[in-house]
């Protein structure tokens, strides 16, 4: 139901951005990115409303990522921009369980297979 794309190799300070296409009971949701460094837990990244109104930020990325929607499209992105080595992890889509949007404790529970983010230094 999520599928993501554009992840890659890149060097400290460029940019990437990555999509999820949503499909089935993920449409129409609150989204999310989260990532997973290898030896590190999955962490929380960045959320968006079901309108696209309202954003959140983990305060490591805030800044320098911007998360964004195109419902007609049904797809989120993620805008990452000035990569530090740190960004290295794989990258994740989430939907919310509901339509209801509470920001980082949304409950997200709809996940898709990850997309790697490498930046070397």
């Known amino acids: 139901q999520l599928v993501e794309s554009g992840g890659g190799l890149v060097q400290a300070g460029d940019s990437l951005r990555l999509s999820c296409t949503a499909s089935g009971g993920a449409l129409g949701k609150p989204m999310g990115w989260f990532r997973q460094a290898p030896g590190r837990e999955r962490e929380f990244v960045a959320a968006?409303?079901?309108?696209?109104?309202?954003?959140d930020y983990a305060v490591s990325v805030k800044g320098r990522f911007t998360i964004s929607r195109d419902n007609a499209k049904n797809t989120v992105y993620l805008q990452m921009n000035a990569l530090k080595p740190e960004d290295t992890a794989v990258y994740y889509c989430a939907a919310a369980r509901s339509t209801y949007y509470f920001g980082t404790a949304t409950n997200f529970a709809s996940w898709g297979q990850g997309t790697q983010v490498t930046v070397s230094s």
């Open positions: 968006i409303s079901r309108s696209g109104g309202t954003t």
